[in-house]
Each structure stands twice: as C-alpha cells, then as structure tokens.
C-alpha cells in the first residue's frame, strides 16, 4: 500500500467503520444544483440559492437526527453554506454528532464512441480540492459512476474506464485524510430482468474492486454504495422482496472482500418504503454472515416525503422535519432487522 505524508490507515479505518456504525447510516443530501432545482420546479419551489439554502438548513436542524445518521454527504455549494443564524452547516452537524461528507464528482458525461454509456469526470485538480474540503471539516468523500442496461452495454472498455475513475478518486481520497465512497449505480432504467441486473452488477463490482486494487486503495478505509439488485423499471417481470435481498446479497458475497467495512446502498428512485422493507429483508436474512455491514446512504428515499410538505414553507418546516427524522428512524430499524409496515402508520 502508498505511503505517503498524509495518509493514516488507522484515522481512515476508523471514520469507516463509524459511518457504518450498528443503527446508523449515510443522508445524501448532496444533489447538485440542476438536480435539487429538477426537483424543486416539480413541487414550484423557487429554484434559487435562497431556497436551497432553507431547505439544507431544514434538513441538518432536524432534532434527533444524530440519533439514525452518521454521516451526511453535502455538495459545494451546501458545504459553504449557513444556517440563517450565521452557523456553517458543517458545525451544525458536528454538534449533532454527524460527519460530514462532500460530493467531488463533476458528474457523468457521455463517454466518447460509446453511445448510451457514460464516464464521471473530475479527476482534473481533485487533489487541491479533496484537501481544501478536509480543511474545512470533511472526512468523507463520495464518487458516483453511472452504468447503464441496455442493448450491447455496458461494454467492457465503458465498465473498465468507470472503474478506472472510481479508483483513481478513491486513491486520491485517502491521500489527503478522506474516506472515499465508492459508489458504482447500475441505473433501474429499462426493462431488463433481476437476472441481467445480477450479472452486469456482479460484473461492475468485479472490475471496481480489480482497479481499487492495482491502485493501491485500503480497503478498510472506504465504503462501497452500491445499487439494490432490481428488474428494471419496465420490465414486465416484477421481483419479490426475497427475491432482491437474496440475489443482492448474493451478488456482493462473490464480489466485496471481506475487508470492506460496510456497503451502504443508494435508493435509486425506489419508493421509500420499499426500499427499507428490502434493505431490512437483508438484515433480517443475513446479519451475523456477512463481513460487512449492510446500510444506507439513501437521498430520495430519506428525503422526498419531507421535500413534499416542506414545498417552501416555513410554515411547514416542523412537520417536514418529523417526516425527515421518521424516514430516517424507518431505515435504522431496517439495519437492525426491526422495521416493520406498522411503523408506517403514525
Ligand atoms: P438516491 O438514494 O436518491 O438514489 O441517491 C443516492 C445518491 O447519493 C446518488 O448519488
């Protein structure tokens, strides 16, 4: 492993396994800004730096929060960012015993002769900036890369040069103080089956880990954010919960060594609920057989009730913040093998 002036394998290893600590996990609340705007515009939110603003101070004022989140994974924008009181979020979220992380992609381009695939950019400079960001208080970082199903892709050279990416940024992270997240998505767009969701996930999990390894990334000091296991949107065939927790925990059983100290899933656009009923199927099946934790580092799937009655009010803030803090409460029974339907009827 890389030696170098920076790096401390015991500091890294244990902001792993505390992100992944029993009963917590990850709030991604680091959409960019054309993203939180996409979905602000489909509530009329005003789609300002104002409204952002309210709506991140919303989330990381929630009372209790702490309670179920261990880390919450801001964007640029949201890193600099204030409480109207003139408080950085980043101290509101320590004093709530929250770590913060940052989202240093610059986001997925179209990858050149590869229709339909793509490549996440952002290595260019990501040295200064992953150090800028631990100055400021960060010590987790998070790269996404997106894969797609569909006809002829992914192909071989689109997986091999994401994964390439992933671990170049990981390398990278853990040089400057950082945790990396690792976070390859296999998108649910389609009408593919569970089954070729299983093979191209278990392909994307094989390369990533062969290029964390030639690049010399610890692996006890980063966490894996990988997609469920699911049929694609529009595939015909709709997959029992025991079907996706089986096949998903199969799929990271052949391809994330043992090493690895947790995997914190993405929601992907599932209904929330649904995804804590998988996610708590997995702990229910398989906690206590597994090497790695399993957890979440859900955005939509925490966020989107309170997002709906929030809608800009402030009016409303209290009553989005408890829908907030139950989604959250929803998804730490879901690590603990404890949710239940009947914690939705509040
Ligand atoms: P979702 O949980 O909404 O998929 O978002 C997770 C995320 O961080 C995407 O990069």
């Known amino acids: 492993m890389a030696d170098n002036a920076f790096m401390n394998p015991q500091i890294l290893t244990d902001t792993a396994n505390k992100l992944v600590a029993a009963g917590k996990g990850l709030l991604a609340m680091d959409e960019s800004t054309p993203t939180c705007n996409a979905r ?22 929630t009372p209790g929060l702490g309670e179920c989140i261990s880390g919450a994974i801001l964007c640029d924008e949201t890193i600099r960012q204030q409480k109207k009181d003139g408080t950085l979020f980043l101290k509101v979220l320590t004093d709530a015993c929250i770590i913060s992380g940052i989202k240093v992609d610059a986001g997925a381009k179209d990858l050149a002769a590869h229709p339909g695939e793509k490549i996440t950019e952002g290595l260019d400079g990501l040295r200064e900036r992953l150090q800028e960001y631990f100055q400021m208080g960060a010590r987790f970082a998070k790269w996404r890369a997106v894969i797609a199903i569909g006809e002829d892709i992914p192909s071989r ?7 390439h990416a992933l671990a170049r940024y990981a390398a990278l992270c853990q040089e400057s103080g950082l945790v990396p997240i690792v ?13 070729q969701c299983r093979k191209v996930t278990e392909e994307v999990l094989r390369n990533v880990f062969i290029q964390l390894n030639c690049q010399r990334v610890l692996l006890e000091g980063m966490i894996l954010k990988p997609n469920m296991v699911l049929p694609g949107l529009t595939c015909p065939t709709s997959a029992t919960p025991d079907e996706v927790a089986n096949t998903t925990v199969k799929s990271l059983w052949r391809t994330v060594p043992a090493a690895v100290p947790g995997i914190a899933f993405l929601s992907g656009g599932q209904p929330s609920e649904l995804a804590s009923a ?20 859900f955005a939509r799937a925490i966020q989107q009730p309170a997002l709906e009655i929030w809608r800009g009010w402030e009016i409303n803030v209290g009553a989005a913040q408890a829908a907030l803090l139950h989604r959250a409460r929803c998804n730490r029974a879901a690590r603990r093998g404890e949710y239940t339907a009947g914690m939705e009827k509040r």
């Not at 976070?183 to 089954?195: A, K, Q, S, W």
């Open 157 to 163: 050279s689109g997986l091999e040069a994401n994964a």
């Open 183 to 195: 976070e390859p998505e296999v998108l649910m767009d389609g009408d593919h089956t569970l089954e």
């Open 278 to 297: 998988r996610l708590n199927l997995m702990n229910v099946r398989f906690k206590g057989h597994l090497p790695w934790a399993l957890s979440f580092s």
């Open 40 to 61: 602000f515009a489909k509530l009329n939110i005003p789609q300002t730096v104002e409204s952002r603003r309210a709506y991140r101070e919303l989330i990381v004022t």
